[in-house]
């Protein structure tokens, strides 16, 4: 299964994020999305599920949730915005990755045996930080995460 991830779109869907996250299964979008348009964009790739951001605080987001817990391939991932938010011990509630976003600051660590991605932001290039999305491959219950750089000098 591949997983395609996203995340701080703020209303902003460039063609080389619909074109990074092509043949994904299903995709995660780790909030801040800033515009229904953009889900309904990623949903003619592949179903979404979509986190509620800080900067989502429009009448059509409150549909979305604060977190969300997605099985995939025998594996747990949890999705959230803001990764201070936390509230849980993935290790403990046997959760193997956690998908965030926030900071704009791509990220993929491992920690206690829980894969922590932050895709970075796929939207408006802020200060000098790379535009960035991901994904997770899953296969039989073993996780591989991948970082893509969008930015092209736009």
């Known amino acids: 299964m591949l997983l395609g991830l996203i995340s701080d779109t703020h209303g902003l869907l460039r063609p080389e994020a619909l074109a990074a996250l092509q043949g994904a299964d299903r995709i995660l979008h780790a909030g801040d999305v800033g515009a229904p348009e953009i889900l309904t964009a990623l949903e003619q ?3 979404v599920t979509a986190v509620r951001g800080n900067i989502d605080t429009q009448p059509w987001s409150r ?3 604060e977190t969300d817990l997605i099985e995939a391939e025998g594996a747990s991932i949890y999705l959230l915005h803001d990764l201070s938010r936390l509230d849980l011990k993935p ?8 998908i965030y976003g926030h900071s704009h600051h791509p990220k ?3 920690k ?3 894969l922590y991605i932050n895709p970075g932001s796929a939207g408006p290039r ?3 930080l790379p535009v960035t999305a991901g994904k997770l ?3 039989k219950g ?3 995460a991948e970082l893509i750089d969008l930015y092209l000098s736009k």
């Open 112 to 114: 206690n045996g829980v």
């Open 126 to 128: 802020r200060f000098n």
């Open 108 to 110: 993929i660590e491992e």
């Open 142 to 144: 073993k996780l591989h």
């Open 137 to 139: 491959k899953i296969k």
């Open 45 to 47: 790739i592949a179903p």
């Open 91 to 98: 290790e403990t509630a046997g959760i193997a990755a956690v």
């Open 63 to 65: 549909t979305l949730p």
